[in-house]
C-alpha cells in the first residue's frame, strides 16, 4: 500500500504536469505553424501565438491532398484491422484457454514471442507473400510433385497466384494477426470461473454457444480497450501501405498522402515545404484517432485493470 503524503502528491502531479507540457509542446507548435503563412512559419524567430490563417491553410490543405477519398481508405482499413484482430485474438485465445491439447502452450509461446518481430523485421517476406499469397501452397505442390503428376496425367500446370497488392485486403490481412490481442484475451480467459464453464456445458452449450453467449458478453471492456489500441495503429500506418501501395488514387492512406505536402527535395531538385499546410493537414489526421481514445477512455482503462466478472 502506497502512504499518501503531501509531498508524495506534489511530486507525483508534477511528473504528471512535466509529461503532459512535453506532450503538448510539439502539438501546440503544429497548430501554431497550422495558423501562420509559410513565409512567417519559415522566418525567425519562431512564432509561438497563433495566426489567422488556420481555417484557409486547412481547406488548402485538404484540396491539394486529396483528404477525402483517402479518409475513407484509412477509415476502411482501420475497422477491417479491428475487427479482424479482435475475432482472431478471441477465436486463438478461446483454443488456447479452453481446449486441452498438446502443443497448446507452445503454440502460444511461439504466437508471443513474435512482439519481438515488428513489421519493419519481415518486411520483406511479409511482402513476397502479399505478392502471391498463394506462393506457400504453390511451393508445396511443386515439392510434393503434385504439380508434375498432374501436368502429366492431364496436360494442365498448376500455376496459383492470389495479388494483394494494391487492395484492401493486402492493407488489411498482414496486419491482422497479434500476438498483443492474444495476450490479453488469454489473461481474461484464465480469470473465467470452472463453476461458470461447467455450468454452460450442464446447460448444454457447446464451444461456439458458450463463447458467444458467455465469453463475449463479458470481454466486452477487453474488447473496448483492444480496439481503441488497434484502430490507432491501424491508422497511423505508413511503411506498409508506402510499400504495396502504387496506386495511391485509389487506395491511398491519410499518413502516406502527409508525404505529399513536403517534397522530396533530392528528388524535385529544391523547393520549399510549404510547413504550414503540412502542420494543418496532420491536426486533421490526428482528430479520428484522438476522438476515439476520448470517447472509449472509460472502456479503454477498464478493459486493462478490471477482473471482475
Known amino acids: 500500500m502506497i502512504e499518501r503524503t503531501p509531498i508524495l502528491n506534489f511530486l507525483t502531479h508534477l511528473i504528471l504536469i512535466s509529461g503532459l507540457v512535453i506532450i503538448l509542446i510539439p502539438i501546440w507548435l503544429a497548430f501554431v505553424a497550422a495558423t501562420h503563412t509559410l513565409q512567417a512559419v519559415n522566418s525567425a524567430p519562431i512564432e509561438f501565438w497563433p495566426g489567422d490563417q488556420f481555417f484557409m491553410n486547412l481547406r488548402e490543405a485538404w484540396t491539394q491532398s486529396d483528404f477525402g477519398p483517402k479518409f475513407i481508405n484509412t477509415m476502411i482499413v482501420a475497422t477491417g484491422v479491428v475487427v479482424g484482430k479482435i475475432t482472431l485474438a478471441c477465436i486463438t485465445a478461446f483454443a488456447i484457454v479452453f481446449f486441452n491439447f498438446r502443443g497448446r ?170 510547413w504550414h499546410l503540412a502542420m494543418a493537414a496532420t491536426l486533421v489526421v490526428m482528430l479520428p484517432p484522438v476522438a476515439v481514445v476520448i470517447l472509449m477512455q472509460r472502456w479503454f482503462v477498464r478493459g486493462l485493470i478490471n477482473t471482475d466478472k
Open 105 to 274: 502452450m507452445v503454440i502460444f509461446w511461439m504466437i508471443f514471442i513474435t512482439l519481438m518481430l515488428p513489421l519493419e523485421v519481415r518486411i520483406v517476406p511479409t511482402y513476397a507473400v502479399a505478392a502471391n499469397a498463394l506462393s506457400p501452397f504453390q511451393t508445396i505442390l511443386d515439392a510434393t510433385g503434385i504439380s508434375g503428376v498432374i501436368a502429366a496425367l492431364s496436360g494442365v500446370q498448376i500455376s496459383l497466384e492470389w495479388n494483394l497488392l494494391n487492395s484492401y485486403t493486402g492493407l488489411i490481412l498482414p496486419l491482422v494477426a497479434t500476438a498483443t490481442g492474444t495476450f490479453l484475451y488469454r489473461q481474461f480467459f484464465l480469470t473465467i470461473p470452472d463453476d461458470l464453464v461447467e455450468a454452460a456445458r450442464m446447460d448444454g452449450a457447446g464451444p461456439l454457444r458458450f463463447l458467444w453467449d458467455v465469453l463475449i458478453p463479458l470481454s466486452r471492456t477487453n474488447i473496448a480497450a483492444l480496439a481503441t489500441i488497434m484502430f490507432v495503429y491501424a491508422w497511423n500506418q505508413y511503411l506498409w501501405p508506402l510499400l504495396i501501395i502504387t496506386d495511391r488514387t485509389n487506395y491511398g492512406m491519410v499518413v502516406v498522402q502527409l508525404s505529399d505536402l513536403v517534397p522530396d527535395q533530392l528528388s524535385t531538385g529544391g523547393g520549399t515545404p510549404t
